[in-house]
Structure formats: C-alpha cells, structure tokens
C-alpha cells in the first residue's frame, strides 16, 4: 500500500513569561496566550498558532527553550492538506520557493535479494513537497510581531494559580508566567501534557535516521517519493530541489544503544551499515551525507484510544502537535496535522473572544468555551489519522502473515482511500 511522504514531528507551545519581580510585567503578561516552544515539532506549531492568534488582535508570547531560531532534524513531506493550513499562515509561496512538487510514491518491496512488490500511486490529492525543516522554523519566526517570541526560556513545571484558577508557568531560571490562556507544544515529554494528566507517549521498537545529501551538479532523480523494505529496514527518499536530497532510514530492529552515540561518526557509521544489501546509488547517497544534519531518535506515538478518550483541557490549558497527537511518521501527517492545530485554535479563540482578543476582561468560561471547541473539532481528525497511522506503522513492523493480512483488511475497510487525509481542509482563520 503507498503511502504519503515521511514526517517526524513533535511540538510545543510557550506561555508568556512573567517575573514576580516585575508586577507591571506580569499583570501584561496575565492578558496574553502563552506558548511553550521546546522541541523541534514543537516550536513549529506553536509559532504557526501564535502568528493568527496575534493577527487576530490575540496577544500572545512564544517562550522557546533554545537560544537561537533552529531547528533538529533535516527535512519532512508537506502534503495537500498542510499547505492549505501554511496558506492560512501566509507562508506556502514563500516556502514553495525553495521546494520540489512530488508528482507520485513508489513503493518497493525486496526479501532475500528479490524485488517482491513495486507500487506507483499519487502522493496525494493535491499538492505534496518537502520542506527543509529550518526554513519552516524561519519562515514561521519571521511571520511572528516583533517582541513576540522569547529565547532561552526553559519550562519547569505548570501549576493553577488558587486565587484565579489560570496557569502559572515556572521557568528554569527561576521567573513565573501567568497567562490566561496555556498552550503546550512541548512535544513527547510535554511537560504541559503531564499537567493536564495525559497519558505518556509510547515508544516503537524502531528508530530513525534522517539526512541531507546534496549533489552539487544535479543529482538526476525523479520527483517522486520512493520507499524501499529490506527485511528489517525501511528506507525512504524525498527531492527538495534538483540539488538536495532529503533520505531516512528507519531500522526496524535495532540496537537498544543505537540512540547512546557520542558524535554523528558514530550515526553515520550504523547508517550505512544497515543499508549495505541496498543498491550502491543508494549506499552513495547515504555515505556522501552531510553528517552534520543527521539525526537518530527512537518513534514514539500517543494511542489512538488515547487521543479519543483523553481530557485535553484542563481549566484554560490545552496541548497541541505532538504534545497532543504523537504519531508515527507512517502516514506523513504528523507536521501537517500540528500546523492545522494552530489554524483551528486560534480560529475558535477569536470566535469566542471577539475582536477585543484578550484585552476586554475576558472570562474564565469564554476562553474555556474556546478550547472545548477547539478539542472538538480536533478529536474526530485526529482519531482517524492516529488510527491510520498506528495500524499502517505495526503492518511494516509485524512479521507473522497473519497479523499482517489482518492489519491489510482494517486498512482497507477503515480507510479504503489511503490518501484521503490528505483532502482535509482546516478552513479559514
């Protein structure tokens, strides 16, 4: 079964930040959104929230753990229904500039040395590409007002303030954040998620490697999506322009070490070695990588019945992007999916609080009100798209031909257009 362009993702939101020391500064900061941006994903989403929210007359402040505007990883497909969300964002000509559109996936099968199965399908109903992670990050940084987005902050830990009931958010060094409203993207240890008692992430059996290679004179292949199987190992590569190849490896199987390196010699070395039965194109485009851009992690994903039967708001806190809806990368929604968390949250917020934002003493229940929407229409999305995705993810993992013809048949009766995520339109701001 082809299936959509490989994503990791995981996000986070940041409060905004307020000093006990300053009082002017934290009775500002208590009229704002705030929104916790500390993993890769999840400074992704909580930037893609933050600029509506602000364009709608919503102030609110991102509070990023790192200290520069970064990213980790390399690279993820953005399928039809994501560009419509960074349409929204005002962002999807910008980043279109500097990214391949993906006309089809192949899907290659080889056991034993043999080439079992070859699919060709669409990629998606619409528009698919890859987008270089960091001009993401840039391209949704520099939509953001100006004063909007605070370095170098660290959360701790969340508590409710007991005379208010809003959050208050403590920071590692040492300031306190209250916000009326608290949106956590903080990713598969979301600290956030754990506030509003969520059950944790759970972890796959493989782990994945993701790399740049760039080929200076062109490097000639189709614009296409291409996943091979190899007995216990998936690999997978994606153009972004005619110069820059964006490739995964996904080892089913692996050591329990394997994420314990002390430098990317050490990743590239394990790379390569676990393509090695792969053909020397590919074995060349894995060893002519740029080290610096490879990054190992062990998949990790929030259950399906988790995500229809979890409470994801607790007073004026909610989660979003992989702090809320952790997926594999099996079915590539997880980027796209997280930047539609933003369109509707703020959507549903301005719904609510008007064109005054935060500002006109808006209430407990209003705000409440908001984010119960926002869940709502979020669940019944994303139930689907964890459901497809755990199912797709154990099919590639399982070995018995049993569990696997079973795994094809809830496929095909589940989700009998394998593409069909890809239509969903998140709607206007």
């Not at 989403?45 to 007359?57: A, E, I, K, R, T």
Request: hydrophobic share 35%; proline share 4%.
């Amino acid at each position: 079964m082809p299936m959509p362009p490989y994503s990791l993702s995981m996000w986070l939101q940041p409060p905004p930040i307020y000093s006990e020391r300053d009082k002017d500064r934290k009775i500002w900061h208590k009229n704002n959104n705030g929104r916790i941006g500390h993993s890769d994903s999840g400074r992704r989403h909580c930037w893609s929230c933050d600029f509506p929210c602000s364009s709608q007359g919503i102030k609110s402040t991102v509070l990023e753990r790192s200290e520069s505007v970064r990213s980790e990883g390399a690279a993820f497909g953005i399928q039809t229904n994501g560009w419509l969300a960074l349409q929204q964002l005002g962002v999807a000509d910008k980043l279109r500039l500097n990214s391949l559109p993906i006309h089809q996936i192949r899907d290659v099968m080889i056991e034993k040395g043999i080439k079992r199965r070859e699919s060709v399908g669409p990629a998606s109903h619409g528009e698919v590409r890859g987008v270089i992670r960091n001009d993401m990050v840039r391209a949704l940084a520099h939509a953001l007002p100006i004063g909007t987005l605070r370095l170098g902050s660290q959360i701790v830990s969340v508590k409710r303030d007991e005379a208010t009931s809003f959050p208050i958010v403590h920071l590692r060094n040492g300031q306190d954040i209250k916000a009326k409203v608290l949106i956590g993207c903080d990713g598969s240890n979301s600290i956030v998620s754990k506030f509003l008692g969520l059950n944790p992430t759970k972890a796959l059996g493989s782990r994945a490697v993701r790399g740049f290679t760039n080929y200076p004179n062109g490097h000639g292949f189709q614009q296409e999506f291409i996943r091979i199987k190899m007995d216990n190992v998936v690999s997978g590569r994606l153009p972004i322009t005619h110069n820059l190849v964006f490739w995964f490896v996904v080892m089913l199987k692996c050591p329990q070490d394997s994420t314990n390196f002390k430098n990317q010699e050490d990743v590239a070395r394990l790379t390569l070695a676990s393509v090695c039965e792969f053909s020397e194109e590919w074995k060349e485009m894995v060893k002519n990588c740029d080290i610096d851009t490879l990054y190992i992690s062990r998949l990790r994903y929030r259950s399906p019945w988790d995500v229809m039967s979890s409470k994801f708001r607790r007073g004026t806190v909610t989660v979003a992007g992989d702090s809320m809806h952790l997926m594999g990368p099996f079915i590539g929604q997880g980027c796209s999916a997280a930047l539609e968390d933003g369109v509707v949250l703020a959507r549903c917020l301005w719904s609510k609080l008007g064109q005054d934002g935060m500002n006109n003493g808006s209430s407990r229940k209003q705000i409440q009100e908001a984010i119960d929407e926002y869940v709502r229409e979020r669940r019944g999305r994303l139930v689907g798209l964890s459901t497809q995705t755990y199912l797709t993810g154990r099919l590639i993992e399982a070995s018995s031909p049993a569990t696997k013809l079973l795994l094809i048949l809830l496929l095909m009766i589940l989700f009998r257009d394998h593409i069909g995520h890809t239509r969903y339109d998140c709607g206007p701001l």
